[in-house]
Nanobody, 113 residues
Framework: QAQLVQSGGGLVQAGGSLTLSCTVSGIIFSIYVMEWYHQAPGKKRELVASITGRGRTNYADSVQGRFTISRENAKNTVYLQLNNLKPDDTGVYYC???????WGQGTQVTVSS
């Protein structure tokens, strides 16, 4: 099983930016797809971005053009850059290793209008 430790997040005004990080141990990081999920208050967790080991990315329509997922395989770390944040982006963000049920502890992002 992988261990995932997240950092980043916080409170930001609409239009602002944040960067989330997720450092992974216990697996050969570079071969795994990494994913970021968003769970808005009272709603189910939803996939917002993913990245393959070679850097191919995919985004949910709701964040396309505003969020950027990236990774540094040498540091076993995946990032999520959140730009032009909206109040609807508020919630807890989780990183996850693709193909296994290994999750980060979650990071709160609050966007004020």
């Amino acid at each position: 099983q992988a261990q995932l430790v997240q950092s980043g997040g916080g409170l930001v005004q609409a239009g602002g930016s944040l960067t989330l990080s997720c450092t992974v141990s216990g697996i050969i990081f570079s071969i795994y797809v990494m994913e970021w999920y968003h769970q808005a208050p009272g709603k189910k967790r939803e996939l917002v971005a993913s990245i393959t080991g070679r850097g191919r990315t995919n985004y949910a329509d709701s964040v396309q053009g505003r969020f950027t997922i990236s990774r540094e395989n040498a540091k076993n770390t995946v990032y999520l850059q959140l730009n032009n944040l909206k109040p609807d982006d508020t919630g807890v963000y989780y990183c996850k290793t693709g193909g296994m049920e290994s999750w980060g502890q979650g990071t709160q992002v609050t966007v004020s209008s």
